[in-house]
Structures are given as structure tokens and as C-alpha cells.
């Protein structure tokens, strides 16, 4: 994370409604050069939604969203093109379209984007499957062919296609046993760390979030609660969300377990605490 550069994405008082109901009103956010930033709530609170309005999909009614320094509501067409070039987005289920192979999957954007060779096409679609860890036979597979970890990899490998600089994930690990979850949890960890990448994440997935995540931004009653780190965050508002959230009985275990990490002490190890492959 590189707290010395400008923020990559700057909400500013944003509003969001659909129709006379205000999704979010007044929120701020600030995401780092780099970082790993989750959004937490509870159900209905609009996380999918902002990461929907972030990226363009709903209008801003209020406020304004910042990109690189570009205000989303000041640009024309031609310029939000280019701007949304830079970014790729992991939709919860992978969405992957169902009668294309991994490979022509891993194309379409290349081949709607950009007007590039197809010996140029085939090289980038190999390296994105080899950075996400899938073989090149598995390139001519259908999506009904691929266990769930492997859809998530193929969107994964997807949303990088075209060098995105800024990687937006709606609960990446939703659907994945424990043991696949982590796998991706690891993997999205390496991907950000070889390239550079700025990562925001909507998650659920506690487990995840302590895996993966640099800052957790909670969001209620239509504004950030509270940005920090994990243990931060837990201990930041005594209201339902965050304590079920946080101080259930397997969320009192794995905090603990950061704080004995932390503090430098060796963690007990318990079912809450899902270790990165080495």
C-alpha cells in the first residue's frame, strides 16, 4: 500500500437512491495506491450497490466519485471508456458467459476493447491463466467443466485481461468450500503483491478479509461507519452490526488470534483462523 500517492478512488459526500429511497447519503471513502480495501455491512446496507455506482453502472445523485484524480460526473463518453479500461470487476458468481470456453472468455474483453492480433490474444490469455494458476489445457474447458474455485479464477483471470490497474470483487469467496476459499484468498494476496494492483472487495467472508484485507471500511446507515484495519474497525461502534459481526464466538477467536499475531505471540490454532497456503 503506498500512503504517500494520491487516493486511487475518492467518494466525496456521495449520494445514491433509487427512486425516493436514499441508498446512501453522505458517504465518504478514500481507497489507497495499492491496498486491499473490504466493505463489510449487513444485508440491504448497499455494498454491492456502491461498488455498482463506483464503477458506473448506477448514477451519482449526490457528491461525486474520483478515479485517478477524475471526477466520474465531468466526463463524456470517449473519456469514461478509457478510465473504465483500467479497471476490471469479479462479478459474485464469476458470470461467466456459459457456451464460451475459458479461453474465449479470457478474450472477450481483449477482442471488445482493443484491436489486437490474435497471435497477441492467445500469449496474453496463457499468461493471465498461468498468474492465476490454471493449466493450458484448461483453457479449452466450458464453464460447467470447472469446479467453483476455478470459475472464480477464470473471472479472475478475466477481469486482468487488459492490465487492469484496480480490481473490484463482489464476495469473491461466496459458494467456495473452505479449503478453495483460501486458495483464492492466497492467490488474490500474490496477484496484488507481483502487480501492483488496488483491490476493493465487498465480503461476508470474515475469514477472507482477515486473509486478504490491508483496511475493512463497515458500512451503515448509509455512510462508512468506520475505515481501518480489522482490529480496529471491530472495536470502533457498539451497534448490532458490528457486534455480530465481530464479537460472535468464532469472530472473538480469530481477532484474537490477529492480536496474538501482532503482538508477535504465537496464535492458537482453531477453525476460525484459515491459514494462506504457503
Known amino acids: 500500500m503506498n500512503t504517500t500517492a494520491p487516493p486511487v478512488i475518492q467518494c ?8 425516493n429511497r436514499w441508498i446512501h447519503r453522505h458517504l465518504s471513502l478514500e481507497v489507497e495506491s495499492g491496498e486491499i480495501l473490504a466493505i463489510v455491512g449487513g444485508s440491504g446496507s448497499g455494498k454491492t450497490t456502491l461498488l455498482r455506482t463506483i464503477i458506473g453502472l448506477n448514477p451519482v445523485d ?4 474520483r478515479i485517478f484524480g477524475r471526477s466520474l460526473r465531468s466526463l463524456d463518453s470517449r473519456a469514461g471508456i478509457a478510465l473504465r479500461r483500467r479497471w476490471g470487476v469479479l462479478f459474485q458468481q464469476g ?7 475459458v479461453f474465449e472468455n479470457v478474450a472477450f474483453p481483449l477482442r ?3 484491436k489486437i492480433p490474435q497471435a497477441d490474444i492467445r500469449a496474453l490469455v496463457a499468461l493471465k491463466l498461468q498468474m492465476v494458476g490454471l493449466k493450458p489445457e484448461d483453457a479449452g474447458k466450458l464453464p460447467a467443466e470447472l469446479s467453483g474455485g476455478m470459475i472464480k479464477r477464470v473471472a479472475l483471470a478475466r477481469a486482468l485481461a487488459m492490465d487492469a490497474e484496480i480490481l473490484f470483487l463482489d464476495e469473491p469467496t461466496s459458494g467456495l468450500d473452505p479449503i ?3 486458495s483464492f484468498d492466497h492467490l488474490l494476496r500474490r496477484v496484488r503483491d507481483d ?8 465480503s461476508h467472508d470474515l475469514e477472507s478479509i482477515a486473509a486478504t484485507a490491508d483496511r ?3 458500512l451503515s446507515g448509509g455512510h462508512m461507519l468506520a475505515v481501518g484495519s480489522l482490529l480496529e474497525v471491530a472495536g470502533t461502534a457498539d451497534e448490532p452490526y458490528v457486534r455480530n459481526f465481530f464479537h460472535g464466538e468464532r469472530g472473538e477467536r480469530l481477532l484474537e488470534a490477529l492480536q496474538q499475531r501482532q503482538d508477535g505471540a504465537v496464535p492458537q490454532r482453531g477453525p476460525m483462523v484459515r491459514e494462506m497456503p504457503s
Open 12 to 19: 466525496e459526500n456521495l449520494g445514491t437512491r433509487f427512486g
Open 62 to 65: 449526490e457528491g461525486d466519485i
Open 95 to 101: 458470470a461467466l458467459f456459459s457456451a464460451l470456453t
Open 112 to 114: 471488445e476493447w482493443g
Open 180 to 182: 478453495a476459499a483460501a
Open 195 to 202: 502487480i501492483g494492483l488496488t483491490v476493493v472487495m465487498v
Open 216 to 218: 475493512v471500511g463497515i
